[in-house]
């Protein structure tokens, strides 16, 4: 069978209460990010830590929406793939923060396990 797949595409919601509580959700993902960061090389707190990893591809994929109004996944996660051969994308992970922000775009805040929520205004 020879079927076309396109990627999933988030896009930003209508409406600014909505768009500053992604933006405040943003400025959460960038604390966590430093936070781990603070405590090992960013080299190895994406190879060995699961938090900094889900902090950075939500960062990375909220920075995207914001800036640009759309983000097109598999695109994004290309752009996040690293250099070095032996390393690759958390598949999973990032998956898992495309759905976050998608879930919170869409109004289906409950859909996300786990987290702690989009803030409120």
Same mark, same amino acid.
């Given at each position: 069978?020879?079927?076309?797949?396109?990627?999933?595409?988030?896009?930003?919601?209508?409406?600014?209460?909505? +768009? @500053?509580?992604?933006?405040?959700?943003?400025?959460?993902?960038?604390?966590?990010?430093?936070?781990?960061?603070?405590?090992?090389h960013? @080299?190895?707190?994406?190879?060995?830590?699961?938090?900094?990893r889900?902090?950075?591809?939500?960062?990375?994929?909220?920075?995207?929406?914001? %800036?640009?109004?759309?983000?097109?996944?598999?695109?994004?996660?290309?752009?996040?793939?690293?250099?070095?051969?032996?390393?690759?994308?958390?598949?999973?992970?990032?998956?898992? %923060?495309?759905?976050?922000?998608?879930?919170?775009?869409?109004? +289906?805040?409950?859909?996300?396990?786990?987290?702690?929520?989009?803030?409120?205004?």
């Open positions: 069978m020879n079927e076309s797949v396109e990627s999933p595409v988030i896009k930003l919601p209508e409406g600014e209460a909505l +768009r @500053a509580r992604l933006s405040k959700k943003l400025e959460e993902y960038k604390d966590r990010v430093v936070e781990v960061q603070g405590v090992s960013p @080299a190895f707190a994406h190879l060995a830590n699961f938090e900094y889900d902090a950075f591809y939500k960062q990375a994929v909220l920075e995207k929406l914001l %800036a640009d109004g759309e983000v097109n996944c598999w695109d994004l996660s290309r752009k996040l793939s690293p250099k070095n051969p032996n390393d690759s994308i958390d598949v999973m992970i990032f998956g898992n %923060a495309c759905g976050v922000i998608e879930c919170y775009c869409t109004g +289906r805040i409950n859909a996300t396990w786990g987290g702690t929520g989009l803030p409120d205004n």
